[in-house]
């Protein structure tokens, strides 16, 4: 299984962003999604999930009510619409594919990543 991100860059403070994750050699159905965000000198920290069959999402309290995942089966492609944007949104993020149950956010419980894409919110 492959994970490809991308849509990162830069924006302004308040602006938008909408992250992309395709995945091939496997099928997104097959798996729970998530995003993780990692900023230089901190800890990689959890972002959003949807989860395996339910669909069900959930946020890490630094995003709830401005980011939003989704995910598009028939395209095997995964979204991350990022709005109202931060410079404390600033980070590599990556997506990742987790099996063996509906949904987690513990990055230990997800077995394939992405390369990761540049998020940059500044002036």
């Known amino acids: 299984v492959q994970l490809q991100a991308s849509g990162g860059g830069l924006v302004q403070p308040g602006g938008s962003l909408r992250l992309s994750c395709a995945v091939s050699?496997?099928?997104?159905?097959?798996?729970?999604m998530g995003w993780f965000r990692q900023a230089p000198g901190k800890e990689r920290e959890f972002v959003a999930v949807i989860g395996w069959i339910t669909d069900a999402t959930y946020y890490g309290d630094s995003v709830k009510g401005r980011f939003t995942i989704s995910r598009d089966n028939a395209k095997n492609t995964v979204h991350l619409q990022m709005n109202s944007l931060k410079p404390d949104d600033s980070a590599i993020y990556y997506c990742?594919?987790?099996?063996?149950?509906?949904?987690?956010?513990?990055?230990?419980?997800?077995?394939?990543w992405g390369q990761g894409t540049q998020v940059t919110v500044s002036s």
């Open positions: 990742a594919a987790g099996v063996g149950t509906y949904w987690s956010v513990s990055p230990g419980m997800y077995a394939y």
């Open positions: 050699r496997g099928t997104l159905s097959s798996f729970f």
